[in-house]
């Protein structure tokens, strides 16, 4: 059904559901660009339904946006910030600036909101937590908001009973459906009761946690070293691997919200990495 609207009452309605879901003040503002990156709206009334397309992504690659331009978007929640830091100039050579007057000309807004969805209660290191515990396990935060109960960076779990590595590795490539990661082992194998975790790259978040395996996206050389050197395991997945699972999730907490919003995940949207 046809209805008089505008395009800004649409996105105001889409960025009002994801800041309920996941608000602004859960982000690390210290660093982090998170909220409406790219407001591509406009105030004059067209005759639309009243329907709302929303493409979720975690990197906004250019393949990514000809899938949002194709099915015609209203927004593209990529959950990386697409823009970092100020822009003082635009050129059609950068490719990220490439899309970004695509976006625009196509009038496709882009909401970030990256370290949000992290700190939240329900949001992606929660999911990763899911897919390693036990049925009495304790979750705590790592670095907890003072603002927010419940909410913070990262999740340290302890489990009810020790379990062996290869039992977390078979766990956490189901849970986020890959066939390889990658394994630092201590030179004394034990068995595993304590997980620190953090999506993405957990590195700074790890610096002052005690367990016996850190798992995250990546770890730098060094960082890792440190952690098997000091008796402990790593388990390591490609930054983006511990997040794009956590967008099934998203589809389904967004489509609670938006009753009448089609909400798509990107099909070409994938790490940059492949192990070969």
């Not at 493409?55 to 990514?64: C, G, N, P, Q, R």
Request: hydrophobic fraction near 40%; glycine fraction near 6%.
């Amino acid at each position: 059904m046809s209805k008089l609207v505008t395009s800004k009452s649409k996105l105001t309605s889409i960025v009002g559901a994801i800041q309920k879901l996941y608000p602004v003040a859960l982000a690390d503002k210290t660093w982090d660009n998170t909220g409406l990156l790219v407001d591509s709206s406009s105030t004059e009334a067209i005759t639309t339904t009243t329907d709302i397309n929303i493409l979720l992504t975690i990197d906004l690659t250019k393949s990514v946006v000809d899938e949002a331009i194709k099915l015609k978007t209203d927004l593209i929640l990529a959950y990386h910030p697409f823009i970092f830091r100020g822009l003082k100039a635009i050129n059609q050579v950068n490719p990220q600036q490439q899309s970004l007057v695509r976006l625009i000309q196509n009038g496709i807004s882009v909401y970030c909101p990256h370290t949000a969805i992290d700190a939240a209660i329900g949001g992606v290191n929660d999911w990763l937590a899911d897919g390693v515990s036990d049925e009495n396990s304790v979750r705590t935060i790592i670095e907890p908001n003072p603002d927010i109960e419940g909410t913070g960076m990262g999740r340290l779990l302890t489990l009810t009973n020790e379990i062996p590595i290869t039992e977390l590795i078979l766990k956490i490539k189901k849970h986020l459906n890959i066939n390889h990661l990658q394994l630092a082992e201590p030179e004394i194998n034990k068995k595993i009761k304590t997980i620190a975790i953090c999506a993405g790259s957990g590195g700074s978040l790890f610096k002052n946690v005690e367990a016996d395996l850190y798992f995250t996206g990546e770890l730098s050389h060094h960082e890792a070293l440190f952690f098997k050197e000091n008796g402990n395991y790593v388990i390591s997945c490609n930054h983006s691997n511990t997040e794009r699972g956590f967008l099934k999730i998203l589809q389904k907490q967004l489509k609670n919200e938006l009753k009448n919003a089609k909400i798509y995940i990107s099909e070409t949207d994938k790490d940059p990495y492949k192990t070969i």
